[in-house]
């Protein structure tokens, strides 16, 4: 069992950044790999990002690529997506998530998940 708590979440003109927190606790959760998701209103969850514990393998989103980073202090068990020159279509909430494999980018291949944090970006 792993549980995943977001924080960092507000609202930020365009062009702006922000910096998402994930703990992560549980006996295991060295053994996961980490992703970020987001959802915004009316659209289906997509993937952001991910990392892999263990070896801190990233990948990154197409649409986030170069502007997002996403990091690990293990010792804290805890994930950051840093977000740089953030747009409106940035708008949504974003999900922390564990995953048992890294490389997985559809939703349903994440076993547990935290409640969300809202980001808004403004023009």
């Known amino acids: 069992q792993v549980q995943v708590v977001e924080s960092g979440g507000g609202q930020v003109q365009a062009g702006g950044s922000l910096r998402l927190s994930c703990a992560a606790s549980g006996r295991t959760v060295s053994r996961y790999a980490m992703g970020w998701f987001r959802q915004a209103p009316g659209k289906e969850r997509e993937f952001v990002a991910a990392?892999?514990?263990?070896?801190?393998?990233?990948s990154y989103a197409d649409s986030v690529k170069g502007r997002f980073t996403i990091s690990a202090v293990n010792a804290k068990n805890t994930v950051y997506l840093q977000m740089y020159s953030l747009k409106p279509e940035d708008t949504a909430v974003y999900y922390c998530?564990?995953?048992?494999?890294?490389?997985?980018?559809?939703?349903?291949?994440?076993?547990?998940w935290g409640q969300g944090t809202q980001v808004t970006v403004s023009s």
């Open positions: 998530a564990a995953d048992t494999r890294f490389g997985d980018i559809r939703s349903y291949d994440y076993d547990y």
């Open positions: 990392i892999n514990w263990s070896d801190s393998r990233t």
